[in-house]
Structure formats: structure tokens, C-alpha cells
């Protein structure tokens, strides 16, 4: 196999860590402030339930699914993108 | 060699061997339902139950036994990412997520809502920061990752000690479940159940070590993800939330802060040891102390979570980094079908008990009544349930139906009028999810015993049939010695599994996280980041423990919310202090980057 030259690595690495920051603040925003407001929150109301208890028992939840399966797609883009995807 | 060919001819026929195996569970469901029809005691269909299941998961271990070191440690690097996923998921989901969560959220309200998100959203760390890199790595073990990357035995020696402390913590409070669980259902003293349900797990780990686990987890996750969702399914039915409760018990939520206002939320007028009655509101916070409490929860168990090596450890067995990337996404999905159910069914089931337009509220009714209810009778019996008439109106008042926690999942098919093969559905769920984590413990901690402490530190020569032999005596020796520890009933469930993530937290978080990303991190820094974290932490948790004390009202569930910043700003300035690592060093950090190219570690060390 071909070795990866360091510029690629850096690139790479350079965009893994772009995606990765910004999974991580879409993380807080969704494990932190949201659950922090929950009281204010509830004043609005989602599918019948007030909206702050809404994000934390259910709404949070699907969201970190959604994260980890949307940063294994990009991954897979950037991966293939600079040759270093498996085969 | 043999093994490996039938193993791999295993892999190719999963989906029909589970999809299999899924139809004779609910066939033996269903039987159990005609028999129960037929005047079968309830005492036979529990036990019929547990050994039947208990059956499976043994016949599973033993087809899963090996002598290779590979297959023993990682499975053979062969599990594809959905069953690794549900693996995982049971992995993870412990005896206390399958019994203590629901009944923690019908008494904790929003407080307690914080592990919720925090043994969910951890996994978005796990994904995001470790599992594809230490997949890519080639470990055995999570004390062989930081052996490798800082180098030398003291940095080895100190993940192993935070590990087996952090592990152990978490498995006796999985056996005491076993053991409760098995009492209840053989009805034998809980000190035999213990070492009965302790039989059971090395039944599944001992001979196939992580390949047995993996194969016997996926069984217990299908297990515990029916008996969870039957009882909810069939109650919300009856109450009329349709089907799938999920998305359409909000009203059932409001109802509640409707009835929770009407009744008044006071503590009981005197108090009945182990038992609890509701003071706190179904879902709102009250005041800014309380959102301070829920993400401080939340962060120690997201950063435990990402740092307890019986996770970490099941994503070094799938066949590539992309694999492992996948199958932390399985891993969330198939443990949020239950933990997005856990609120429902808590909800569900207070509304039952409070409301007084449904025929099964005990609020509110005379006190001679309910006393008369049968699933009332048999729980006050064991003295897990109570109801004191202490304002002697004749009347339960809401502050007047004790309860523990634990029982709400437990009790939940005899509250709303189920038919008893659901409580033994449900007790088989129950032992399947302590079961699971309690294998998945055990292993970590006599890998990390036999791979690092026996083979990698004192006796580097040991052949493989000597290291697997060890492997094995370590794996039964602690397993006893959990027993032991487990029927001397130190802890509650809860706090001993809060106390596990905290310690990971504190010693292993940092030093995992900075050794993918941070180059500069060196031997140095992780040794004073581990030790320096771990005792701050302890001491913390010590200090808060016997003095009753907070800072910050931090109290000892959170610990590591102490211990973790201590650990990041040691191993900051330890190792800007000490020389760079070598270059050798510096360009595995960059090998452990990109998922193409060999592991840093060879297939089979």
C-alpha cells in the first residue's frame, strides 16, 4: 500500500477536526442548554407534552442518535476524499 | 482451527440463527401464557422462565468456547456492527437501567432526568473521540492502548488499578441484582442467589471469553428489549395511549402535574424506612439549583460512559474502523428503544396510581380497599410497599403510599392487572440485563488482569495456552470475589453503578481523549493525570460521604465533576513540563488517525 504523505495526513486531520467540533457543539447545545432552560422551555408545548421535558425524555435522545450516524457519513466523505478510506 | 471455520461460517448465518432464535423466545412466551390458562402456579412459569432463558445463554457460551488469543480477547475481530450494537446495548444497559430507571424517574422527577441524558449522550463522545481511533489502535484491552501510546508499565499499571476499581464497583452491584432477582423467582435466600446468578455468567464468559459474552449478549439484548416494551406495550393499549405510548403521553405527563397540584406534593408525616412517597414534581425543574444538579449528572456520566473500558472494549471487536464507527450508532439506537421508554412507562404507571377516574388509582381510595388489593398484599409482604393511614381519615393520601423505588418496573404488570407471565417476562428481562453487564465487567477486568498485568508486566514468555489459563482463573476468582463482596449488600444499585463512572471519569477520561488528541501528551503527564484524578475524585468522594458535605452541591454521585479537572489540568502541565514524545511516538498518534494501514499493534500479541 501506498504511504499517506503528511500533507494528506494533515488535511485530514484538519477536517476530522472541523466535523468533530462541530458534532461536539451541537452535543452541548442539545446535553447542556437545552435541559438547563427546561423550565422556560416547557411554557411551549410539542405533541402534547410542555416543550423543556419534551427535549430531555425524548427530543435530546433522538438527537444524539442523529449526530453519531450524520458524523459517520461526513467521516466516510472525508475519508474517501483524501484515500484513506477502508476498503 | 476448527473453532475459527465454524465461527466464521457462524458470522455468515446470523441473522437467521437470532431471527431463529427470537421466534422460539416468543414461542416459549406464548406457551407460557396457554400453561398459565391451564391453572399453572405462578411460582413454576417464573422459574420455567429463568432457567429456560439461563439454558439458551449457557448452550451459547459453550459453542463459543476457544483456545485462541484472539478470539478469546476481541472476538476474532469479526462481530459485523449491528450485532455489535445490540451487544453493546446490553453491555451497557445494566440491571439498574432495566429496574432502578423508570421507578428512579416516578420519584426523581427532573433531578434524576440527568442520567437520562447522560448515559445517552455519552455515546455521542464515544463515537465522536475514542471508539474508531483505539479501534484503529488494535488493542486487546483499554490499559494496552495508554501501555502502547505513553509506553512503560507505570503508565500500564495505573489504567489497570483505575480500571479494576472502577469495574469492580460496577459488578457487585450487577450481582446483587442477579442474586435478588434469582431469589425472588426460585425463592431461595438471596445469599444462594447471588452465587446462582454469579453460575450463570461465568457459564457464558468462562469458555469463549469475549466471543461467548458477544454471542450470549446479543441473545440478552433480545430478551430484555421484549420484556421491556410487553408490559408497556399492553398497558398503554388498555389505557387507551394506543400501541406505541411513546409519542403520545404527554397528556398523561400533564395530567399529572395537574393531580400533583390538586394533592399537594408534602413529605409523609412520618417516615417508613427503605421506602419512599412522592415530593418531587413529575417533570419540572424548581429552581436554578436544579439545572445545575441535572448537567452536572449529566457530564459524569457522559465522560464515564466514554471512559469505562467494558465499553470501550466491545468496539475493538468489529472487523474495521468504519465497523466500529457504525456500530456505536447501533449501539445508541437499540439502547434509546428502551430509554426512551423508560419515561413513558414511569409516567404511565404513576397515572394509574394517581388518578382517580381509573379503576386502578390507590390515591385517594379508602385505606381498606387498597390494603385489600391483591399485588398490594403480596409486596407489602416482602416490605417493599406500604400504605399507613397517618392522617387516619380513612383515605390514602398521596403522602401516604409508600414505595421503593426499584419495584415500579417490577410491579408494573400486577399494578395494571397483567397476567402473571408478564411478570415473569419481565424477571427474565431483568436477569438478562444485570447478566450481560456483569459478563462484560468481569471480562474487562480479567483481561486487563491477565493481558496487561500478567502477560504484558510479569511474564512477557507465557504462551498463549498459559495466558488463556490465566485469563480463565482470574476471570473466576474475581467473579467470587464480587459474589462475596455482592451478598454483604454494601450499596444500593444506583449509587455503586453513579460511583463506576465516576471513577472512570476521573482517572482514564483525559488520558484517553489527550493520547488521540493531543500529540504533545507524554508518559508523564498521563501517569500524574490518572493518579492525580483518580485520588481527587476518591478523596472527594470520601470526604462528601462520611461528612454529609458538598461543594458546589456536588454530591458523591458526581464526583468525578472534581476529580475530572484535576486530571486534565495535571496532565497539561506534567507533560508541558517533561521533553515531547519521540518521533516514534508522534508518527503512531498520526498512524491511529486515518483508518487505512495496519493496526499500531499487531493482530495477535
Sequence with gaps: MAEVSSETRQAHWRKTSTLTYVILALWFLFGYVVPWFAKELDAASFLGFPLGYYFIVQGSLIIFVLLIVVQNIFQDNIDEEHGVAEE | ?605
Design chain 2, 1 to 605: 482451527m476448527n473453532t475459527q471455520a465454524q465461527g466464521t461460517r457462524f458470522v455468515d448465518r446470523l441473522g437467521r440463527v437470532y431471527g431463529l432464535y427470537t421466534l422460539g423466545f416468543l414461542a416459549f412466551f406464548a406457551l407460557m401464557a396457554i400453561i398459565e390458562q391451564f391453572g399453572v402456579g405462578a411460582r413454576t412459569i417464573g422459574v420455567l422462565f429463568l432457567l429456560f432463558t439461563l439454558a439458551i445463554y449457557a448452550t451459547i457460551g459453550w459453542l463459543s468456547r476457544t483456545m485462541q488469543v484472539d478470539a478469546y480477547y476481541v472476538a476474532g475481530r469479526e462481530v459485523p456492527s449491528l450485532y455489535n450494537g445490540m451487544a453493546t446495548a446490553a453491555d451497557w444497559m445494566s440491571g439498574a437501567s432495566f429496574v432502578a430507571l423508570a421507578g428512579g424517574i416516578y420519584f426523581g422527577g427532573y433531578p434524576y432526568l440527568g442520567f437520562v441524558i447522560g448515559w445517552t449522550g455519552g455515546y455521542v463522545l464515544v463515537n465522536a473521540l475514542m471508539a474508531p481511533y483505539l479501534r484503529k489502535f488494535g488493542c486487546y484491552t483499554v490499559p494496552d492502548f495508554i501501555g502502547t501510546r505513553y509506553g512503560g508499565n507505570l503508565a500500564r499499571f495505573c489504567a489497570v488499578f483505575v480500571l479494576v476499581v472502577a469495574s469492580f464497583t460496577y459488578v457487585t452491584a450487577q450481582i446483587n441484582a442477579t442474586g435478588t432477582i434469582a431469589a425472588r423467582a426460585l425463592s431461595i435466600p438471596f445469599e444462594v442467589g447471588v452465587w446462582f446468578g454469579l453460575l450463570g455468567i461465568l457459564l457464558c464468559s468462562m469458555l469463549g471469553g469475549m466471543r461467548g459474552v458477544t454471542w450470549t449478549q446479543v441473545a440478552q439484548y433480545i430478551v430484555l428489549i421484549i420484556a421491556y416494551l410487553v408490559p408497556l406495550v399492553w398497558m398503554s393499549n388498555e389505557q387507551g395511549f394506543g400501541i406505541i405510548p411513546h409519542f403520545g403521553y404527554g397528556e398523561a405527563a400533564q395530567r399529572i402535574a395537574q393531580l400533583e397540584a390538586e394533592y399537594g406534593l408534602q413529605p409523609a408525616a412520618e417516615a417508613v424506612a427503605g421506602l419512599k412517597v412522592l415530593t418531587t414534581a413529575h417533570f419540572d425543574p424548581q429552581t436554578s439549583l436544579d439545572s445545575w444538579k441535572f448537567v452536572t449528572l449529566a457530564l459524569a456520566m457522559m465522560a464515564g460512559t466514554a471512559s469505562l473500558p467494558h465499553i470501550l472494549m466491545r468496539y475493538f471487536t468489529t472487523p474495521s474502523v468504519r465497523q466500529a464507527r457504525k456500530s456505536v450508532g447501533w449501539s445508541l439506537f437499540f439502547i434509546f428503544l428502551l430509554y426512551f421508554s423508560a419515561p413513558a412507562l414511569a409516567t404511565l404507571t404513576k397515572l394509574q396510581l394517581l388518578d382517580p377516574t381509573l379503576a386502578t388509582a390507590v390515591v385517594g381510595k379508602a385505606v381498606e380497599d387498597v390494603m385489600a388489593l391483591e399485588w398490594v398484599k403480596n409486596w407489602s409482604a416482602v416490605g417493599m410497599l406500604s400504605v399507613v393511614d397517618q392522617s387516619g381519615d380513612g383515605i390514602v393520601q398521596l403522602n401516604e403510599f409508600f414505595m421503593r423505588p426499584d419495584i415500579v418496573v417490577l410491579a408494573t404488570p400486577e399494578i395494571a392487572g397483567l397476567p402473571y407471565v408478564i411478570s415473569g417476562l419481565v424477571a427474565a428481562g431483568g436477569m438478562a440485563a444485570a447478566m450481560s453487564t456483569a459478563d462484560g465487567l468481569l471480562l474487562a477486568i480479567a483481561n486487563a488482569l491477565s493481558h496487561d498485568l500478567y502477560y504484558k508486566i510479569i511474564d512477557p514468555q507465557a504462551d498463549t495456552r498459559r495466558r488463556l489459563i490465566v485469563a480463565r482463573v482470574l476471570l473466576v476468582g474475581i467473579g467470587a470475589l464480587a459474589a462475596a463482596v455482592a451478598s454483604l449488600k454494601l450499596t444500593g444499585i444506583l449509587g455503586a453503578v453513579a460511583w463506576a463512572f465516576c471513577f472512570a471519569g476521573s482517572g482514564l477520561f483525559f488520558p484517553l481523549v489527550l493520547g488521540i488528541w493531543w500529540k504533545r501528551a507524554n508518559r508523564e503527564g498521563a501517569i500524574a493525570g490518572m493518579i492525580a484524578g483518580f485520588l481527587a475524585g476518591s478523596i472527594y468522594l470520601w470526604w462528601t460521604y462520611t461528612s454529609g458535605e458538598t461543594w458546589f452541591s456536588l454530591d458523591h454521585l458526581r464526583f468525578s465533576i472534581i476529580g475530572m479537572p484535576v486530571s486534565l489540568v495535571a496532565m497539561v502541565v506534567v507533560s508541558l513540563m517533561t521533553p515531547e514524545p519521540d518521533a516514534e511516538t508522534q508518527a503512531m498518534v498520526d498512524e491511529t488517525r486515518i483508518p487505512t494501514g495496519d493496526s499500531i499493534l499487531a493482530e495477535t500479541h
